[in-house]
């Protein structure tokens, strides 16, 4: 910090020594020069008394000195009565010598006898006077001789005083005068005077030092005061560096953070726009995509006059791949079939999948159905090589159909619809082989449409019947159960088999409305029959799509409430392949139907899947034993065995046994023999209209040995 008041007092120290200094030495310098005056005055005046009073002893002095020797002068009578004249004249006053020169400048006169005889032409102070100026001069002399005796350490005053007769000048006197008590009485002032001034000065330092040692106080308080706001500005500053810092690095988080999210947004938009063009499963593209570039294609085709060509192809029997080994099978299977087709084909056709065993493919630039033929018989090819998938080898036959531009179409949905007729015509005409559309396949392809469209209608209006088959009891003959088979009257041909309109069903959904209209029907007629056979039991074929109904459980038991049906009388029939799909939801669903108390029957046993351990899994009490078995019992040594190993494996987990497709009383027998629980077949009763079978049960006639004609 600057100090002030260290400065201020050393800069004032100096000034007061140096303000008493000059103005002691002014003031010594006013008074030495008045004193000289004043001298100069006195011994001005003194000549003149001299001159007046000893004029008459001068001029004759003078006159003899131009003659005398110095010699002569100093011993001379005249020299000595002058100088007691002259010694007579100063008494009293402050003059020590006295001194005469002629006009030459020769001492001819002087109080100390020794100094006659000197020259003095050359002295300043002779010339100056001897040209009429009166010139006087301070000095110092450690030693002087005056009026015959020396005197020491003095301030003398010598004035060169000119001496004129008739205004000539005729001599010179020179006169010193002893100053040094005026001297010494001047420095005593001068000391006083620079005391003075240095008192008044310190004085004056005293008050300035006191407001100046306010005023550092004062300075000294704000500049603590400002070092505390500027610490606390540095404080604050550092704080806010820091803040500065933390949000920075905060920032510089949440800026990467953001980065990486938005990398991850638009990794996950990108995934995305990949899942909304592509197929999840085989990474092919899917309809969105497929229309996309088909749509380019026609327009370049239409443009160049060119063709494409358009395949549907569709696997054989893949349900049973996914029925028997499960999904994830079924999954590998169709990646590897995905890949084939993409490995067997140019870069410019597109491969698209539409879901299940469907794909599609874009065939852009061919040269006519030659090429076309070519291309699907080594599509054909190329899939019918074995796969080998979790250790299974499997095979992937495909159906191809095959829709040309523009002969067949010009646009992407004609095409699509037309090479899918063409495919539905390669499936009925042995499966594994290509067809090119012709036009009376749109009229098998209309006809599946306007069966899809009456059956809305006949559901709407009612216009479906159920029958029912009895189930037998083979030891008694009693009719223990009925199986409701649906039935589609047609006014004026012969019914449609529901083996032809359920896929169909299936296939557009309508077996969910369908099937509930079945099991409402037939839970009121079971119902109805308890009162002619208590405790007759009704059994319902449940389709796949229904069991993946989300609310399937409640409209069960909803239909149950309004019938007023014993959940125990009510059986529903399931395939194998049903159970494999979505294992842990089947099991919930058919374990809350178990708490109802409903019963479940595993349909058409031992076509569908292999494992056994599902008959574990799943609370299952009836095992359905396909017809197919059962019509070669008798000639088959094979189904024979099959048939009483099943009947065996399912006493033994305590389940109940139905053969179905019974014919023959020679079946029956064997079934018999097998203690086979129960039996359905036309050697017993064909699926009956409920009137008929109310009949049979009214008769309540034992069937075990007639056979009932439908
Ligand atoms: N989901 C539903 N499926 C149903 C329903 N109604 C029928 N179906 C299924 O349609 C398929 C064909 O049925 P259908 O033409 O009725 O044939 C059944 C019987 O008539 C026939 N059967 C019975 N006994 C014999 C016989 O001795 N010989 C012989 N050749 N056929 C016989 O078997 C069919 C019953 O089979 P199953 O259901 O497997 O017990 C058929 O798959 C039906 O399941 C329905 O309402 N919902």
């Keep these: ?89 100063v008494r009293g006053l402050s003059v020590v010598k006295v001194k005469l020169y002629d006009a030459r400048g020769r001492t001819v006169f002087s109080t100390d006898a020794k100094q006659i005889g000197e020259d003095k032409s050359s002295n300043a102070g002779f010339i100056m006077a001897s ?12 030693k002087f001789s005056a009026f015959e005796r020396v005197i020491e350490d003095r301030d003398l005053l010598s004035s060169y005083i000119p001496v004129r007769e008739g205004g000539r000048i005729v001599a010179v006197f020179e006169v010193y005068d002893d100053l040094t008590s005026d001297l010494a009485a001047i420095r005593t002032t001068q000391q006083r005077v620079m005391l003075g001034v240095f008192a008044i000065l310190a004085l004056l330092y005293g008050v300035l030092f006191l407001i100046v040692r306010h005023g550092a106080a004062v300075i000294r308080r704000q500049y603590h005061e400002h070092e505390l706001i500027e610490a606390a500005l540095r404080d604050s500053q550092q704080t806010l560096e820091c803040r500065v ?20 947004r638009r990794l996950a938009d990108q995934r995305v726009v990949h899942m909304a063009h592509h197929d999840a499963l085989t990474g092919l593209p899917n309809r969105s995509l497929l229309n996309d570039r088909v749509g380019h294609d026609i327009a370049r085709a239409r443009r160049s006059g060119g063709e494409l060509a358009l395949l549907f192809l569709d696997l054989d029997r893949f349900k049973n791949v996914n029925d028997s080994l499960g999904h994830e099978v079924g999954d590998e299977l169709l990646k590897a079939v995905a890949a084939r087709l993409k490995g067997r084909l140019r870069e410019d056709d597109t491969i698209a999948r539409l879901g299940g065993d469907e794909f599609i493919v874009a065939l852009p630039d061919v040269a006519g159905a030659a090429e076309v033929a070519t291309v699907s018989a080594a599509i054909l090819t190329e899939l019918a090589r074995p796969y080998n998938i979790a250790g299974h080898e499997l095979s992937a036959d495909a159906s ?52 899809e469209n009456n059956m809305r209608r ?25 199986e409701a088979l649906l039935r589609w009257p047609q006014s004026d041909a012969r019914p449609i088999s529901p083996a032809e309109f359920i896929p169909v069903a299936e296939d557009t959904g309508l077996i969910v409305p369908l099937g509930e209209w079945v099991l409402q029907k037939a839970c009121e007629q079971a119902k109805a029959w308890q009162a002619l056979q208590p405790g007759l039991r009704m059994a319902v074929n449940l389709s796949a799509r229904q069991l993946r109904q989300k609310n399937l459980v409640g409209m069960i038991e909803g239909v149950l409430a309004s019938s007023g049906l014993a959940p125990n009388l009510l059986e529903l029939e399931l395939t194998e392949g049903m159970l494999v799909d979505n294992v842990e939801e089947t099991l919930a669903t058919l374990g809350r139907l178990e708490d109802m108390g409903i019963r479940i029957a595993i349909d058409d046993f031992g076509t569908g899947y292999s494992s056994l351990s599902y008959l574990k899994r799943f609370p299952i009490h009836t095992l359905k034993i396909d017809r197919s078995f059962v019509r070669d019992i008798s000639d088959d040594p094979d189904d024979a065995a099959l048939v009483t190993a099943i009947i065996f494996m399912a006493r033994s987990l305590k389940l109940q046994v139905t053969a179905e497709g019974v014919e023959t009383e020679e079946q029956a027998d064997f079934l018999r023999s097998l203690a086979c629980d129960q039996v359905q077949g036309f050697h017993f009763d064909r699926p009956l209209p409920a009137l008929e079978f109310s009949s049979r049960l009214e008769k309540k006639m034992p069937q075990a040995s007639s056979r009932v004609a439908a």
């Design 400 to 451: 191809i159909g095959i829709a040309l531009y523009p002969r067949d179409g010009d646009c992407i949905e004609t095409l699509m619809r037309n090479a899918d007729a063409a495919m539905y015509c390669a499936k009925e005409s042995g499966r594994a082989n290509y067809q090119f559309f012709d036009a009376q396949m749109n009229q098998r392809v209309s006809h599946r449409l306007s069966t």
């Design 458 to 482: 006949a559901l709407e209006h009612e216009e479906f019947v159920l029958h029912y088959q009895p189930v037998i009891n083979l030891t008694t003959g009693r009719i223990e159960g009925a």
């Design 1 to 89: 910090m600057f100090r002030l008041l260290r400065y201020f007092s050393l800069a004032s120290l100096l000034s007061m020594v140096l303000a008493a200094l000059v103005l002691g030495w002014f003031y010594r310098e006013i008074a030495v020069h008045a004193m000289v005056r004043m001298g100069e005055s006195g011994n001005q005046a003194l000549t003149q008394v001299l001159s007046n009073s000893l004029w008459s002893r001068l001029v004759p002095y003078l006159d003899k000195a131009r003659q005398l020797s110095t010699d002569q002068l100093r011993e001379h009578p005249d020299r000595d009565a002058l100088s007691r004249a002259l010694r007579q004249q």
């Design 245 to 264: 810092a933390e949000r920075t690095a905060e920032l510089a988080r949440a800026n990467a953070g953001l980065e990486a999210e938005m990398l991850e």
């Design 131 to 142: 040209k009429g100026t009166v010139v006087s001069e301070l000095s110092h002399r450690d």
